[in-house]
C-alpha cells in the first residue's frame, strides 16, 4: 500500500485519480482549497478521509498546505494536479507553477512525484519576465511548459526520487468543459499507474507521459541551463529556497 498526497483533489482528475487510488486500497490525502470545497468532498464520499485544505493561489497558504502534509506524515508519492485554465496570469502562475515547486521544496521528499502538464505546453516558453510582479505575459501553455521543466529538474537533481510529467489529453472536468473530445478514464489512469506501478516502464524519471505511454516534450525542456534558471526564478518569486 503506498500514501498519496494530491493537490486539487476535491474535483476533476485529481478526485478521480484519489478515488481510483482508494478503491486500489492505497491511503490518500486529498487536498481541497478551503473548508466549504472541503465539506462538498466528504458528502461525495462515503466514510472519513484524510484532508488538507489550502488555496494555492495563497504563497502563505501553499507553505502552511506543505507544513500540513509534512505533519501528516511521510507519502510516498505527490501527484500535483491542481490547477486553473481560465484565470489571470497571477494566478496562473501561483497556482500551476509556483505552488507546485512550493511544494516540492518544502514537503519531504516522496519516492514518486507527478507534475501534470498538458499538450498545451508545447505551444509554451519560459522567459524570465513570467516571474515579475505583474506576470502579464504568462500564459496557461507556459505553465504546463514550467511543470516538464520542473519533473525534468527534479529527476536530475534528485536521482532516487522518479519525477515525470504527465498531459491527461483533454478530457470532460470543469476544466476541460462538457464537450472535452477525449477519454475521461484515460485522462487519471496515467497518474494512478506511474504512482502505484511496479512495472519497469513506470520506474523512469524525467521522461513526460500521454495515457500511459513516453511522449517527446518540447526539447527546450531538456535544457538543464533553463531548469536552472526556472528554479532560481521560482526561488526569488516565493522566497523558498531549493532544498541542498
Ligand atoms: N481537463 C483537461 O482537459 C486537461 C487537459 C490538460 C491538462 N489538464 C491538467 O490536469 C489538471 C487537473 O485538471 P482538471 O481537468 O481536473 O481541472 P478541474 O476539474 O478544474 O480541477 C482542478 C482542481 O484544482 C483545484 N484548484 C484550482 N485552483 C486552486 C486553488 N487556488 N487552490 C487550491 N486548489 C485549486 C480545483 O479546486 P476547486 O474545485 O476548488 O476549483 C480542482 O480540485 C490540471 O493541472 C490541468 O491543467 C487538464
Known amino acids: ?41 466528504r458528502n461525495k464520499l462515503t466514510g472519513p478521509i484524510e484532508l ?27 501527484i500535483h494536479n491542481a490547477g486553473v485554465y481560465q484565470a ?24 514518486r512525484l507527478i507534475y501534470l502538464s498538458s499538450n498545451m505546453h508545447l505551444q509554451g516558453r519560459f522567459h524570465s519576465a513570467q516571474f515579475e510582479a505583474s506576470p502579464n505575459q504568462l500564459t496557461y501553455s507556459d505553465s504546463k511548459f514550467h511543470m516538464v521543466l520542473l519533473a525534468k529538474a527534479i529527476a536530475r537533481k534528485w536521482p532516487a526520487v ?20 477525449d477519454n475521461l478514464e484515460k485522462g487519471y489512469e496515467t497518474q494512478v499507474w506511474l504512482a502505484t506501478s511496479s512495472e519497469p516502464n513506470a520506474y523512469v524519471s524525467g521522461k513526460y507521459f500521454h495515457h500511459l ?3 517527446q516534450a518540447h526539447p527546450l525542456t531538456e535544457a538543464t541551463d533553463l531548469q536552472e534558471q526556472f528554479l532560481e526564478l521560482c526561488k526569488n518569486y516565493s522566497g523558498v529556497k531549493f532544498p541542498g
Open 1 to 41: 500500500m503506498a500514501r498519496i498526497f494530491i493537490t486539487g483533489s476535491a474535483d476533476g482528475l485529481g478526485f478521480l485519480a484519489a478515488r481510483r487510488l482508494l478503491a486500489l486500497g492505497h491511503e490518500v490525502l486529498f487536498h481541497a482549497r478551503n473548508a466549504a470545497r472541503a465539506q462538498k468532498l
Open 52 to 78: 488538507v485544505t489550502g488555496d494555492l493561489s495563497d504563497m502563505e497558504q501553499t507553505i502552511a498546505l506543505a507544513n500540513a502534509v509534512n505533519k501528516a506524515g511521510r507519502f510516498n508519492v505527490h
Open 88 to 111: 489571470n496570469p497571477r494566478t496562473i502562475l501561483h497556482v500551476n507553477t509556483i505552488a507546485p515547486y512550493i511544494l516540492t521544496c518544502l514537503i519531504h521528499p516522496p519516492q
Open 162 to 181: 522518479f519525477s515525470n510529467a504527465v498531459d491527461p489529453g483533454w478530457v470532460p472536468t470543469k476544466m476541460g468543459g462538457s464537450g472535452a473530445p
Open 213 to 215: 505511454l513516453e511522449r
